[in-house]
């Protein structure tokens, strides 16, 4: 008998930390693409900047800056360190201020730093199965504090847009470093 309903597989799915499926749309940062948000220029002065950081895979099934849509990411951050602060995102605030994002970790150990507009900042533990609501008009970072790759899901509106500039003009008021092989949260 002809199934006039079968159940089709889904369209995109995670596989080792990846998303596969169609029009995934995949991106990367060296440290090259970073310099200027790790602390120790002097470090950052002798890594190579064709060092891989972090990848993003994004599945956007709208075009961006239209309302109404959602947009799903995983982005896979290397272990290492600058100096002693810890790899980490680019971090952004959203240019739509009023919309918010998901974050849950799948593998690995972080820190999600987020921080208001007067500069009040908040450090939350990253680990596979950790869940993390980022409110509309927070600045948010997520920062490797592992020895080994962490990577973490995100959700947000396809009109949130990205806004990177006022995060390297004035960025965290923290950083987070290693001290005797522990994260520390440091205070700039
Ligand atoms: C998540 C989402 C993306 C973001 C990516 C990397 O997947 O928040 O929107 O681009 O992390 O973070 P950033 O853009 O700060 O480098
Ligand atoms: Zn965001």
Redesign the pocket.
Same mark, same amino acid.
């Given at each position: 008998m002809d199934n006039k309903f079968p159940i089709e597989p889904p369209v995109h799915r995670f596989s080792d930390q990846m998303m596969v499926g169609c029009e995934v749309v995949h991106s990367s =940062?060296k440290l090259n693409d970073l310099a200027d948000i790790f602390v120790d220029r002097e470090a950052i002065g002798s890594c190579d900047p064709d060092t891989p950081v972090?990848e /993003?895979d !994004?599945y956007m099934p709208v075009a961006e800056g239209v309302s109404g849509g959602l %947009?799903l #990411? /995983? &982005?896979r951050i290397l272990p290492g360190k600058v100096g002693r602060e810890y790899f980490m &995102?680019? #971090? $952004?605030f959203h240019r739509l201020e009023t919309r918010p994002?998901f %974050?849950w970790g799948m593998q690995g150990e972080g820190v999600l730093l987020t921080m208001d507009r007067n500069c009040r900042v908040r450090a939350e533990a990253m680990f596979a199965g950790s869940i993390h609501y980022i409110a509309g008009g927070l600045a $948010? =970072? /997520?920062v490797n504090t592992g020895n080994a790759q962490l990577s973490f899901g !995100?959700c947000?509106p396809s009109d949130a847009g990205?806004n %990177?500039e006022e995060i390297l003009h004035a960025g965290f008021p923290v950083s987070v470093q290693d001290r005797d092989g522990e994260p520390a949260l440091i205070e700039l």
């Amino acid at each position: 008998m002809d199934n006039k309903f079968p159940i089709e597989p889904p369209v995109h799915r995670f596989s080792d930390q990846m998303m596969v499926g169609c029009e995934v749309v995949h991106s990367s =940062r060296k440290l090259n693409d970073l310099a200027d948000i790790f602390v120790d220029r002097e470090a950052i002065g002798s890594c190579d900047p064709d060092t891989p950081v972090y990848e /993003v895979d !994004a599945y956007m099934p709208v075009a961006e800056g239209v309302s109404g849509g959602l %947009y799903l #990411g /995983v &982005t896979r951050i290397l272990p290492g360190k600058v100096g002693r602060e810890y790899f980490m &995102t680019k #971090g $952004h605030f959203h240019r739509l201020e009023t919309r918010p994002e998901f %974050y849950w970790g799948m593998q690995g150990e972080g820190v999600l730093l987020t921080m208001d507009r007067n500069c009040r900042v908040r450090a939350e533990a990253m680990f596979a199965g950790s869940i993390h609501y980022i409110a509309g008009g927070l600045a $948010h =970072r /997520v920062v490797n504090t592992g020895n080994a790759q962490l990577s973490f899901g !995100a959700c947000w509106p396809s009109d949130a847009g990205h806004n %990177y500039e006022e995060i390297l003009h004035a960025g965290f008021p923290v950083s987070v470093q290693d001290r005797d092989g522990e994260p520390a949260l440091i205070e700039l």
